[in-house]
């Protein structure tokens, strides 16, 4: 499944930036919809994530982020607003979809969008 990224770039500390990512609207099972990250030299990580209505529709954050970040869905695209940026912040931010087939759920990536928070 296609995952369209949107909103990266070069963004100064203390500053907010939004990303948006949409898969097409034919897919109609997707249960979970999120953004992880990873900065050179360090793993991917989960920043947040967001189950579909059906699923109460929960986010979560990653603590380093909790209080900056707030992820939104609309059907399938989903919108995280980065606030107070810091440097750390600095990453490749991909977008995630898990789509359930039966009791099994199938891991699609977007190609990422680089976002650096610089001085």
């Known amino acids: 499944v296609p995952l369209v990224e949107a909103g990266g770039g070069l963004v100064q500390i203390g500053g907010t930036r939004k990303l948006s990512c949409v898969a097409p609207?034919?897919?109609?099972?997707?249960?979970?919809m999120g953004w992880y990250r990873q900065a050179p030299g360090k793993q991917r990580e989960l920043v947040a994530s967001i189950t579909n209505r059906g699923n109460g529709g929960e986010a979560k954050y990653a603590d380093s982020v909790n209080g900056r970040f707030t992820i939104t869905r609309e059907l399938n695209r989903i919108y995280m607003e980065m606030n107070r940026l810091k440097s750390e912040d600095t990453a490749v931010y991909y977008c995630?979809?898990?789509?359930?087939?039966?009791?099994?759920?199938?891991?699609?990536w977007g190609q990422g969008t680089q976002v650096t928070v610089s001085s």
């Open positions: 995630y979809a898990g789509l359930k087939y039966g009791t099994s759920v199938s891991d699609n």
């Open positions: 609207s034919s897919v109609n099972n997707i249960v979970t």
